[in-house]
């Protein structure tokens, strides 16, 4: 399928592959909404070409707070699910 460029993805196409998504693995909207408050106010949000993405993570904040599994690199919300036990 080769490799796809991030900058063509649209908020509507996150939203409709979350539509998909197993409910254990994605947020609320009501989450996905409060930790996206969160990373409006901090310092380490950047925005470009229209894309709002973490300096500190370098993760495109609109996944980022899509998914219980991710965690904040500044500890501003931890995953929602426990890591993987390391055997």
Request: aromatic share 10%; charged share 30%; hydrophobic share 35%.
């Amino acid at each position: 399928m080769g490799v796809y460029n991030m900058v063509n993805i649209t908020e509507q196409d996150v939203l409709k592959r979350l539509e998909t998504e197993s409910l254990e693995i994605k947020n609320t909207d009501n989450v996905r909404a409060e930790r996206k408050a969160l990373c409006d106010m901090c310092p380490s949000k950047q925005t470009t070409w229209n894309v709002d993405y973490c300096t500190d993570c370098s993760c495109i904040l609109l996944f980022k707070t899509a998914f219980k599994y991710a965690r904040c690199p500044l500890n501003k919300w931890e995953s929602d699910i426990p890591p993987f036990a390391n055997k």
